[in-house]
């Protein structure tokens, strides 16, 4: 398994975490199924300037332009097929049934933003030849935080849409197949066209855990307090009773 992440860091709190979070998955995935590939986050290009999805992986299985959307819900598309291209999308909270329109950046909705990217890659792989990939075998995928319902069906025309939430894309990216793979000189061709930051995965600092001391005072209360707070190592003092006149008193003298 050989999954190489690169990043340009995203303008918005919730695209960095969403990343963070797919970033485990994806590499999951890699590890259960043994896939090589590259992911890169933001990618862009002056040059292809429209051409602007949260991130693109290519690996062994194919080719997919991505787009985050940080909602969960209810997803209502047009309940009209003709009208799922262009139509109004919402977001309907399970229990207070608010409903919030999700849109797809300054497009009418999520599914064409992503076409229209997909419609810019193909001006990508046109301009260098040595990109060589069939765009009209590329994926396109909106990933919602979730979890998610869909309220209506993706018309079955668009083949190479998806609409997923977090927790499906393992899944996806073991059922997706198509005549594009990856390799390292098609790895490398696309992070010259899109040029990003090796992205480091922080780990959580690693401690030992240790036994808690607890000390019973009875008597000088204030002495304890006064040692306590001598403690280079710091720690945590509780301080109990019932009478409300000696911990009106510890207050005082803390």
């Known amino acids: 398994m050989s999954l190489e992440v690169l990043n340009n860091r995203a303008d918005h709190t919730h695209d960095n975490e969403q990343f963070r979070r797919i970033v485990d998955i994806i590499e999951h995935t890699f590890e259960k199924n043994g896939y090589s590939g590259i992911l890169i986050g933001n990618p862009f290009n002056e040059h292809f300037y429209r051409f602007r999805a949260d991130a693109i992986l290519l690996y062994d299985n194919g080719l997919i332009i991505v787009d985050f959307k940080d909602y969960e819900g209810v997803i209502q598309t047009p309940e009209n097929e003709d009208d799922f291209e262009r139509g109004r999308w919402y977001s309907e909270n399970i229990k207070d049934k608010v ?4 849109k797809g950046g300054s497009y009418s909705n999520p599914f064409y933003q992503l076409k229209k990217y997909r419609e810019s890659f193909y001006e990508v792989v046109e301009t260098i030849p040595q990109l060589n990939i069939n765009p009209s075998r590329v994926s396109i995928i909106n990933i919602f935080s979730g979890p998610i319902t869909i309220e209506n069906k993706i018309p079955k025309k668009f083949r190479y849409y998806r609409l997923l939430q977090e927790s499906n894309l ?3 990216l073991e059922d997706f197949t198509s005549e594009n793979s990856y390799s390292e000189n098609l790895g490398m061709v696309l992070k010259t066209i899109f040029p990003a930051d090796e992205w480091i995965k922080s780990h959580p600092l690693e401690t030992e855990d240790e036994p808690l001391k607890v000390i019973e005072i009875e008597t000088d209360v204030e002495n304890s307090i006064r040692e306590f707070l001598k403690e280079d190592n710091g720690g945590v003092l509780v301080l ?9 008193s510890w207050m005082r003298y803390l």
């Open 170 to 172: 393992g899944d996806f």
């Open 240 to 248: 109990e009773s019932m009478n409300s006149n000696d911990r009106d």
């Open 99 to 102: 409903r919030t329109e999700v």
